[in-house]
């Protein structure tokens, strides 16, 4: 069983940063893919980044490519999501995933967090 608890949210201006932080029990964090979603109201989930066990693998996705950057450390058992230049349009709830294998679809991660609130005010 793997336990995710995130934190980092918040409000913030356009054009403002973040960094996100997902902690996580167990001891074979670093067997794991781990990624990150959001979920705007009204919205389907969206993959934003996954990153491998050994943190040479990074996936972005599209609309916030350029923008952010999923790391992980393995001996704090955590990742992160840094995300700059920061808009509206990126407000959502944020959360992050894990499972043994990548993939860009929510549905086939095991574990979950239970999110973190990202505002971004224009």
């Known amino acids: 069983q793997v336990q995710l608890v995130e934190s980092g949210g918040g409000l913030v201006q356009t054009g403002g940063s973040l960094r996100l932080s997902c902690a996580t029990s167990?001891?074979?964090?670093?067997?794991?893919?781990m990624a990150w979603f959001r979920q705007a109201p009204g919205k389907e989930r969206e993959f934003v980044a996954a990153?491998?066990?050994?943190?040479?693998?990074?996936i972005y996705a599209d609309s916030m490519k350029g923008r952010i950057t999923i790391s992980r450390d393995n001996a704090k058992n955590t990742v992160y999501l840094q995300m700059n230049s920061l808009k509206p349009e990126d407000t959502a709830v944020y959360y992050c995933?894990?499972?043994?294998?990548?993939?860009?679809?929510?549905?086939?991660?095991?574990?979950w967090g239970q999110g973190t609130q990202v505002t971004v005010s224009s």
């Open positions: 990153i491998s066990g050994s943190g040479v693998r990074r």
């Open positions: 995933a894990a499972d043994r294998q990548y993939s860009g679809r929510g549905a086939d991660y095991d574990y």
């Open positions: 167990g001891r074979t964090f670093s067997s794991y893919f």
